[in-house]
């Protein structure tokens, strides 16, 4: 009789024996890393004992100590808030939990990095804010009650916003009661309100600007937003903080295109007034004066006989005499409103040849309803004897 030995039983053996050798082998190598791992972990530990130690302090330890970075978004964490740092061989992660303490802050930590973050709300909060939230209602006016189609309502801090229908109204769902909305037009000053069910009016005020300012044009009224010619106001204000005699000096300085210089240096004397540029070669370049809505003579004062300045011969206060004496000295510059000067051929198209070189507006002052006001401005100085002149 023969006997027969199977080999695959004994190969199958062994191999198997391999199997389980290399799997002990990989359980062992893994335990081993996660003890390692752990250690890392539990390696990353603080030390510091300070009374009085801000959070830019105790971020600047960790890192000096453990060498790890804290990262956050300026003027989200409060550097300079002050702890009592009794940190003892503590982990890294109650260091942090308590520099946040009281702050709506999380924070997360990957490889060397701790990277500060806000504080997610819970499911509860969320629950509770959407139960709170309100659904709000308005419409958005002018001065004058008329709708603002397509103004802009904006909820304060976020990027949430709505439009205004044809009718000025608009509608938000789901916003904080309280909430700030930001309402904005184009032409008109932002308004701030607070948001509640229904807003109601909106009233927005119509924007101060240049463009908006009246503007006297002999047959009436305008603005710069409207006018088509070239026209510069000097204001009431402007004139007042300049100590003159004659009107024409405050506008010195303050109007594009227009020349002004003094005669001479006396009191009263003439001033010459040039409108971009000089048109003639002889005389006629002055321009054309208005006095609430009255032509005005701008030729200097003729001979002047008797009285102080000339005695029985006179003394020559025209253009070519000493003092050349201008009748605008006898306006009272704080009696002025405003000073307009036409400057192209919208002057020539309202007063014809006489303003071909520009015309000049002055609208004086008018009595306004209410109680009596007196106002005093005062100037002082020292004067000096220049010459004389013997004729």
Not at 170 to 192: R, W
Not at 252 to 261: D, K, N, S
Not at 332 to 354: F, Q, W
Request: glycine letters at 10%.
């Amino acid at each position: 009789m023969y006997t027969i030995y199977d080999n695959n039983r004994c190969t199958n053996k062994h191999r198997l024996s391999k199997i389980l050798l290399v799997m002990k082998l990989s359980i062992f190598i893994l335990i081993a890393s996660l003890m390692q791992v752990s250690a890392a972990g539990f390696a990353q530990k603080i030390t510091l004992s300070q009374d009085k130690a801000s959070l830019k302090q105790i971020f600047a330890e960790i890192k000096k100590q453990i060498g790890y970075d804290v990262f956050y978004q300026a003027g989200k964490v409060k550097e300079d808030k002050v702890i009592k740092a009794n940190f003892l061989n503590t982990p890294l992660e109650q260091v942090m939990e308590k520099c946040l303490e009281g702050q709506p802050l999380s924070f997360t930590i990957d490889e060397k990095t701790v990277l500060i973050k806000e504080k997610e709300p819970t499911f509860l909060e969320r629950l509770a804010d959407r139960w709170a939230a309100i659904d709000v209602h308005g419409r958005v006016v002018d001065q004058e009650g008329k709708p603002l189609s397509g103004a802009t309502v904006k909820f304060k801090g976020t990027g949430k916003s709505v439009s205004t229908n044809a009718k000025g109204e608009f509608y938000i769902e789901k916003i904080e009661e309280g909430a700030i909305l930001v309402v904005s037009f184009i032409g008109y000053q932002n308004k701030e309100v607070t948001s509640q069910k229904e807003m109601g009016n909106i009233i927005l005020q119509q924007s101060d600007s240049k463009l908006d300012e009246v503007q006297v044009i002999a047959y009436g009224t305008t603005t710069q937003r409207l006018s088509t010619g070239n026209i510069s106001t000097v204001r009431a204000a402007d004139i007042e903080k300049q100590p003159v005699t004659n009107p024409l000096l405050a506008l010195q300085g303050r109007v594009t295109g227009v020349l002004i210089t003094q005669n001479n240096g006396m009191s009263g004397s003439g001033v010459t007034v040039r409108i971009q540029g000089q048109n003639s070669i002889g005389k006629g370049n002055d321009p054309f004066f208005v006095i609430d809505g009255v032509p005005y003579v701008s030729q200097m004062l003729s001979t002047v006989r008797g009285g102080p300045l000339g005695g029985s011969g006179g003394a020559d206060l025209g253009q070519g005499g000493p003092l050349g004496g201008s009748p605008l000295t006898y306006i009272n510059p704080l009696d002025i409103e405003n000073i307009e000067v036409l400057k192209d051929a919208d002057a020539t198209a309202i007063y014809g040849s006489r303003a071909a070189n520009g015309a000049i507006l002055i609208t004086t002052k008018k009595a306004k309803a209410g109680d009596l006001t007196i106002g005093l401005n005062m100037y002082n100085g020292w004067g000096s004897f220049q010459g004389s002149w013997v004729y």
